[in-house]
């Protein structure tokens, strides 16, 4: 295996063809192509990340974040704050690069969606037997308890003390060993991203996949999706001079809730809702770090062990998130020798995080030069949670027995004492002082039982464009305030079966 995966530079250009084509290989791509592949359909696969391996995944944070995540982990949400973002960028998507938790839709979300946007088939009932079959293809359990690692168990610990009710961690595992690589590509294959689950399946089923190609064009004909322009790239995710030309009955757009509206914006798509690239949901994360006497080795063990549900109705749910030394230094509140200083401390430390169910949206743009530009401010409501949620993190490290607690406030950067929580609201932060993180992005073409509120149908056919799907969390209506890989899956499921039970509808000329 190369340095850059099964790579082979590009000496011309390339037309192919296919009954369906499919752009992205992730959570929504990568499992609608095998739902198919496994039907009997042709399929290709267009992913503009490298295709690699577990032989390739290790240790080595500098080079693989270059290799698995776009703008090698540097992308931002432009607003007040900026939002980092971080998503996958490879054969398997962000499934490779995340923390496997595989929470279903909340029930009380899929009602939501069934009654506010007219979503008749979209029930808790008729989605139970494809989360199932998610569920069991992912190998869906509990963590194993021997490979929790002390961060989380001092987590729990800390909750447990103050009556708070925790979730033991569901992810898409078997054979998890708590190497905690899980940021990195699982070396072992025992995370079950769709590049284990279900890549495999394409190809050996007949299907193709084409890494390394940026879809950049798509093909209409008499109101049909008919296929897709891409062009190779190098190494480096430069444009090379040559083109993927693939000739397709249906068209799968899963890019991710970014790069889907903005390929279809660049394309001049003409939504009649106009609501392509608006409702914009990030789920604002901000992180807190414990420092404790006793040795931790954070890094030993399963990123996640355990999930604070306690708050959960709140839109407040927290966990560990543990990551290498050169990563928390750099999100540190500190300069210099203090940073140093309090980097000595590092196998002491316990990271988690808040993750808001937000009230508020943004959001996408295209613009020239093929640049997707999110915009997002976060309301005055769900800053006061991204408060809240530090506060009770905060309480649950002293509770654990912290002795001190790093907060990602500039004006508040520690406290050393359940009594000084309380400055977390005393003090004044504004927004901009304020770090925030996110891995779940969704909402910008959502699905809608009527033409004019949504971009997608129930079954997440465009209602402009027949033939043309869309399968990723763009789709969602709303956010869900937990993990979306599993819903992401069993939408794209939902979506397969009904292409599959429609299949002359859609193969015919």
Request: proline share 5%.
């Amino acid at each position: 295996m190369s340095n850059y995966g099964k790579y082979v530079e590009p000496t011309k250009n390339v037309e192919d063809s296919a009954d369906v084509v499919v752009i992205g290989s992730g959570a929504g791509g990568g499992t609608v192509a095998a739902e198919l592949a496994e039907a009997g359909f042709k399929v290709i696969v267009i992913e503009e990340g490298g295709y690699f391996t577990s032989k390739d995944f290790k240790y080595e944070p500098v080079e693989m974040i270059q290799k698995l995540y776009r703008e090698a982990g540097t992308g931002v949400i432009q607003g007040k704050p900026p939002i980092i973002f971080t998503e996958g960028r490879c054969v398997g998507g962000s499934t490779v690069i995340n923390g496997g938790m595989s929470w279903r839709t909340p029930e009380k979300v899929l009602k939501r969606w069934h009654w506010e946007f007219s979503l008749d088939e979209i029930t808790p009932e008729k989605l139970e037997p494809f989360f199932e079959r998610v569920e069991k293809r992912t190998s869906v359990s509990l963590q194993p308890d021997d490979t929790i690692g002390m961060d989380s168990r001092l987590i729990k610990l800390g909750a447990d003390k103050l009556g708070y009710r925790t979730e033991p961690a569901k992810r898409n595992i078997k054979g998890c060993r708590g190497l905690n690589n899980c940021i990195f590509g699982c070396p072992i294959d025992a995370k079950k991203s769709t590049l284990v689950a279900y890549i495999p399946s394409v190809e050996e089923n007949g299907g193709k996949i084409y890494p390394w190609v940026r879809a950049e064009k798509l093909l209409i004909k008499d109101g049909k999706a008919t296929g897709v322009v891409g062009r190779f790239l190098t190494k480096r995710f430069k444009r090379t001079r040559f083109k993927l030309t693939v000739h397709a009955k249906i068209v799968i757009v899963a890019g991710g809730a970014i790069q889907t509206p903005h390929f279809l914006l660049k394309n001049k798509f003409k939504s009649s809702s106009k609501l392509v690239g608006k409702n914009l949901f990030t789920h604002p994360n901000a992180k807190a770090v414990g420092l404790f006497d006793s040795p931790v080795y954070g890094w030993k063990g399963t990123i996640q062990g355990w999930q604070l549900r306690e708050f959960q109705d709140e839109g407040i749910i927290a966990s560990t998130t543990f990551v290498p030394p050169g990563m928390i230094s750099m999100s540190m509140p500190y300069e210099g020798d203090e940073n140093l200083k309090v980097m000595e401390y590092y196998n002491k430390m316990v990271t988690a995080g808040v993750l808001i169910e937000d009230t508020g949206s943004g959001i996408v743009k295209s613009l020239p030069g093929d640049m997707a530009v999110p915009v997002y401010d976060i309301n005055d409501y769900d800053f006061y949670k991204i408060k809240r949620g530090i506060a009770i993190l905060s309480e649950i490290y002293f509770a654990a027995g912290a002795k001190k607690v790093i907060l990602p406030f500039d004006p508040l950067k520690e406290i050393y004492s359940p009594d000084e929580i309380k400055k977390i609201f005393e003090i004044k932060i504004s927004k901009m002082e304020t770090e925030l993180l996110t891995v779940h992005v969704m909402g910008t073409t959502r699905m809608s039982g009527k033409k004019e509120a949504g971009v997608v149908n129930q079954w997440l056919e465009s209602w402009d464009i027949e033939n043309l799907f869309i399968t990723d969390a763009s789709v969602f209506p709303t956010p869900i305030g937990v993990n979306p890989q599993i819903t992401i899956m069993t939408l794209a499921t939902w979506a397969a079966a009904h292409i599959i039970d429609n299949r002359s509808k859609y193969l015919s000329k």
